[in-house]
């Protein structure tokens, strides 16, 4: 078994909910959908994930499609402005359809910072 070795690029449309709090804390619940492309670096033409599940790929990109739920916990740092400045961490489980099937997910933890450029 080989250890994970692939970049990745994805796009992905988000949909969900948020709440905001008088004190500037806010929280968000969304659900995915997005493409995702995989360039695998290997000389062979089977992959095998830590799990040593083997998959065929192509030479360059290896789409699939990525479905995805997230919450995400922030703060905003400007709370009684029109600009908003937030905080965020943000825990996210995806899955790669075109990789691995759906009981075996990804999961990433971002944590981030956000700012509007212009508020309509």
């Known amino acids: 078994v080989q250890r994970q070795d692939f970049n990745s690029f994805s796009i992905e449309l988000q949909k969900g909910f948020k709440k905001s709090f008088p004190s ?3 929280v968000e619940q969304y659900i995915g ?3 995702v492309a ?3 670096k290997t000389d062979d033409i089977w992959y095998f994930d830590e799990h040593a ?3 065929r790929y192509a030479p360059g990109a290896n789409w699939g499609i990525m479905p995805s739920v997230g919450l995400v916990v922030g703060y905003d740092l400007t709370k009684n ?3 908003q400045n937030l905080i965020f961490i943000k825990p996210d489980v995806y899955w790669n359809l075109g990789f691995r ?3 075996l997910p990804y ?3 971002q944590i981030g910072y ?3 450029l212009k508020t309509f």
Request: hydrophobic share 40%.
């Open 24 to 26: 500037g804390l806010f």
């Open 33 to 35: 959908i997005g493409a």
């Open 38 to 40: 995989n360039f695998y």
């Open 53 to 55: 599940w083997g998959y």
């Open 81 to 83: 402005s029109e600009k």
């Open 101 to 103: 099937p759906l009981h």
């Open 107 to 109: 999961s990433s933890i």
């Open 114 to 116: 956000m700012f509007n």
